[in-house]
């Protein structure tokens, strides 16, 4: 294992991604503490551990979850990649409606470039947006819902200042995305995933200090075994996959000869990764605006009501069932949209392929359907359970909103992880053969 | 001093945006996002990417030193 690590290190183009790796996501970390200009940071850091130790912590895990802290201190990048997850999100679900977007992804590589510009522009539209949003929360002291009055921490809250601090967000956001585009490219793994990876692990350190000194050091004890299992548990069910046997006939083209292999098509358990999860959080996230909109001490029957079943502490049964229900949902919505049975049969029938014992064409798309909607049962029941975990094991402590090992957090730390190293593995074994994974 | 200040942050942060958004768009896609197995980068950049990485840098840099000091001089003002 260390031996593959000073092997990765030895190796020169492979080191140079990696230390290139590095080197963008520390000025990535840096901008999240530099405060945009105007804002008081000593005064800032004093409102966000007086909110954090208050009632309303629950409201902020889930933006802090993304931002890494950096937003509520109205950092630089203090956005994150939250707009650009957003905007992805909007963007693959309008492909299923908009007839043009789909024959742009139809059309491979060309229509991919054009639907990811499609994606930055938006992503630009909601940096702007959200940033607007928060300024004025800030301005307002809804931000810190009144804990903290805002003349501590904006000294000067003229039109000009405001309006700078929106531009530099909205600049930052779009230097956040070019950083992920600079790591896909020069890097090691997906740069967006590993950005959202570093905010996930900054939170770490802070949280587990948190839980050593609140309590006992069993309990710290305790939760650190937990979590490993819990860990262990979510990379065996990413690993695992069902693999189809797909017999090749031979066929002469000219005089030389094609096919005759047998490979497999490899069904993933959790063909749809974090995605459901990361879209049933930030629709959930939608009740906790709308009670901010309105203010929280309104009396509004909506209010009433969103505050009763949709409390973002996420304690309560109503909260937990439409969560668990959303994330199967759209793990089975988010499978068929990216997995499609008719097509791949379609392609293997173009090159000669079938499965053993089974008819090319429309049987094949049948089994394929029938095998995967068999698979993503349990996939999307996973991850349905993994996501409410911490919820049900530790809501009724009140404990959950500080805890570092969120079910949300956790599979999207293995996810990412998994396939960074796998990729550097890749890399890897282009010149020796033993890598980090057996 | 302030406003002044202010102002040209603004513009740098419009040229900062306009050089990212001119940028070809790399591995796009949330199916890309967590998981979706290994994308290869084929070919080098061109000239134009690479001088739009130079241009990019040194606005950035701009930027960077605007916010910082910007943000000092409304702290100590």
Known sequence: MLGAFVRAFRTPDLRNKLLFTLFILTIYRLGSVIPAPGVDSVAIKQCLQNVQSGDAAGVYSLINLFSGGALLQLAIFGLGIMPYITASIILNLLTVVIPRLETLKKEGQAGQTKITQYTRYLTLALAVLQSTSIIAMARTGQLFQGACPPSSYLPDDGIVTLVTMVFVMTAGTCVIMWFGELITERGVGNGMSLLIFTTIISAFPSGMMRIWTEQSQWVFAIICVAALFLIAGVVFIEQAQRRIPVQYAKRMVGRRMYGGSSTYIPLKVNQAGVIPVIFASSLLYLPTLVVGLMGPESTSPVVTFLNTYFDPMGTHPVYMTTFFALIVGFAFFYVAITFNPTEVADNMKKYGGFIPSIRPGRPTAEYLDFVLTRLTTPGALYLGLIALLPMVALGSSGASANFPFGGVSILIMVGVGLDTVKQIESHLQQRNYEGFLR | ?77
Do not use: P, Y
């Open chain 2, 1 to 77: 001093m302030i406003l002044g200040l202010s102002i040209v942050l603004m513009l740098v942060s419009l040229l900062l945006i306009m050089l990212v958004l001119l940028h070809k768009g790399k591995g796009g896609g949330l199916s890309d996002l967590f998981g979706g197995g290994v994308t290869s980068s084929l070919g080098g950049s061109s000239v134009v990417e690479r001088n739009l990485d130079r241009l990019t840098i040194v606005s950035g840099s701009v930027w960077i030193v605007c916010v910082v000091a910007l943000g000092l001089l409304i702290q100590r003002g």
